[in-house]
């Protein structure tokens, strides 16, 4: 929910924690500001470069990442924001100080916006509320926490499905089918994109072997179904999002690049994994009509995913990246700026 931060030295600053208990209308509204967003930054850039000028923008990662920080970067630097980029392993969070210290003392530089991944679920929470009753005033955006939420890559699989899927006019959901595959129980952008997609009226089905998908998560929101046959799911879906297997978080450590791992975290091998969950090249032959294939990445290519799905007619996985600069644009913008923004 984006909730507003009291004393803001900002004009405005409001935080991005989590999509979970988001009101429909507020979904609606971050999701129309992204398509606008998405709009301007294509035919008008200029008219955004602005938009931010004067403001600095800090991204604080303590975990990796690829496209989030990327993106967050690019989008800041469209609305004409300075960066500044903190990596975990190089502060002084390395000397033991506290990822509360260590923002609190990025922020009182004068920072608008810091934009912050933790392994801890909560993490960004934890900052937000340090910032709202200790000090500075400064807008936190959740860019993952631990496996709890990921709300900016929730918003930009909502808003890469209405596009795909026709429903940018009323981001109404209704009657759409979307099954989520594989790690789900690792997964934060899983529960970011339950909430969202049954918020906006779809059907969600989670789907993985029962110790990645244990039926304990229909409990994440109303109507959320698990399943353990993607054979019986898949035909009926409309969206299908392929889910990372995240040995990180199985204490199994990565496998080398280009190797497939030895072990995969609560299942008996790799091949029964990708006999029964891999969206391969003959699975994704009997999709339905018309239905899209998204992947939050980084993708284990030929493990859940197939190269000939993951690059094909039905993928929109780059779209998905691409949709993101514009999301991360929005809520910058949102939480810097406020809602009358754009
Ligand atoms: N989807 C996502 O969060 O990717 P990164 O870890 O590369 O940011």
């Known amino acids: 929910?984006?909730?507003?931060?009291?004393?803001?030295?900002?004009?405005?600053?409001?935080h991005l924690l989590g999509l979970q208990g988001m009101p429909a209308a507020e979904l609606r509204g971050l999701l129309g500001a992204a398509w606008r967003m998405d709009q301007r930054l294509r035919r008008e850039p200029a008219s955004c470069r602005d938009a931010l000028s004067g403001r600095v923008v800090a991204n604080l990662f303590f975990e990796d990442s690829t496209r989030t920080r990327t993106s967050f970067s690019v989008?800041?630097?469209?609305?004409?924001?300075?960066?500044?980029?903190?990596?975990?392993?190089?502060?002084?969070?390395?000397?033991?100080?506290?990822?509360?210290d260590t923002a609190?003392?990025?922020a009182s530089m004068g920072v608008a916006a810091v934009v912050t991944r933790t392994k801890q679920s909560g993490g960004a929470h934890g900052i937000a509320r340090a910032f709202d009753t200790l000090g500075p005033a400064c807008a936190v955006i959740n860019a993952g926490d631990g496996r709890h939420e990921h709300p900016t890559q929730g918003l930009l699989d909502a808003l890469t499905?209405?596009?795909?899927?026709?429903?940018?006019?009323?981001f109404d959901f209704t009657g759409l089918s979307v099954a989520i595959v594989g790690d789900v129980i690792s997964s934060r952008v899983a529960r970011s994109n339950v909430a969202a997609l049954t918020t906006l009226g779809a059907r969600v089905t989670l789907v993985g072997p029962p110790a990645m998908a244990p039926a304990s998560l229909s409990a994440l929101a109303p109507g959320v179904e698990v399943g353990h046959?993607?054979?019986?799911?898949?035909?009926?879906?409309d969206a299908v999002m392929m889910l990372r297997i995240q040995f990180e978080r199985a204490g199994e450590g990565n496998p080398a690049p280009g190797e497939m791992p030895r072990k995969l975290?609560?299942?008996?091998?790799?091949?029964?994994?990708?006999?029964?969950?891999?969206?391969?090249?003959?699975?994704?032959?009997?999709?339905k009509p018309g239905a899209v294939v998204l992947h939050p990445g980084p993708i284990n290519r030929g493990l859940e995913l197939d190269q000939s799905v993951a690059d094909g007619p039905a993928s929109v996985i780059l779209r998905q990246v691409a949709l993101g600069v514009a999301v991360r644009a929005?809520?910058?913008?949102?939480?810097?700026?406020?809602?009358?923004?754009f």
């Open 161 to 170: 499905i209405a596009e795909a899927l026709d429903r940018l006019e009323s």
């Open 104 to 106: 609190r003392n990025v």
């Open 265 to 287: 975290p609560a299942m008996a091998s790799v091949r029964e994994y990708r006999e029964r969950y891999a969206l391969t090249t003959e699975r994704a032959g009997r999709l």
């Open 75 to 100: 989008a800041a630097k469209r609305l004409g924001a300075e960066v500044v980029e903190l990596i975990g392993s190089t502060s002084s969070v390395s000397k033991g100080e506290t990822l509360i």
């Open 330 to 341: 929005a809520a910058l913008a949102r939480c810097v700026l406020g809602r009358e923004a």
């Open 1 to 14: 929910m984006v909730k507003t931060a009291p004393a803001a030295s900002t004009d405005h600053a409001a």
């Open 229 to 237: 046959d993607l054979d019986a799911v898949l035909p009926r879906a």
